[in-house]
Nanobody, 121 residues
Framework: VQLQASGGGLVQAGGSLRLSCAAS????????VGWFRQPPGKEREFVAY????????YYAASVRGRATISRDNAKNTVILQMNSLKPEDTAVYYC???????????????WGQGTLVTVSS
């Protein structure tokens, strides 16, 4: 599975961004897809995931209520909609695919290249 994240950019606090994760590979639908982020100088952290079968979702507490993850298996795409952005959301955002729902980086086998989100105050 090859993943490509896009949609990052510079946005003012309170604004919104729509991050996309485009996947190639016929087995994409069998993978859970997660979004992670890595703030400057910090470790990569979990943001959200969406499961492969039921489409169940789970969010980190830091983004819950402000983020929505969705997937379109017909288009091999996963979307992360981020609203009410805060300066602390500034990070490189990565999408990843793994065999099961998880919040742990090492569970995910395939990673996109990352897209930078910068939120100005």
């Amino acid at each position: 599975v090859q993943l490509q994240a896009s949609g990052g950019g510079l946005v003012q606090a309170g604004g919104s961004l729509r991050l996309s994760c485009a996947a190639s590979g016929r087995t994409f639908t069998s993978y859970c897809v997660g979004w992670f982020r890595q703030p400057p100088g910090k470790e990569r952290e979990f943001v959200a995931y969406i499961s492969s079968t039921t489409g169940s979702t789970y969010y980190a507490a830091s983004v819950r209520g402000r983020a929505t993850i969705s997937r379109d298996n017909a288009k091999n795409t996963v979307i992360l909609q981020m609203n009410s952005l805060k300066p602390e959301d500034t990070a490189v955002y990565y999408c990843a695919a793994g065999p099961r729902p998880a919040t742990i980086v090492r569970i995910y086998e395939y990673w996109g290249q990352g897209t930078l989100v910068t939120v100005s105050s």
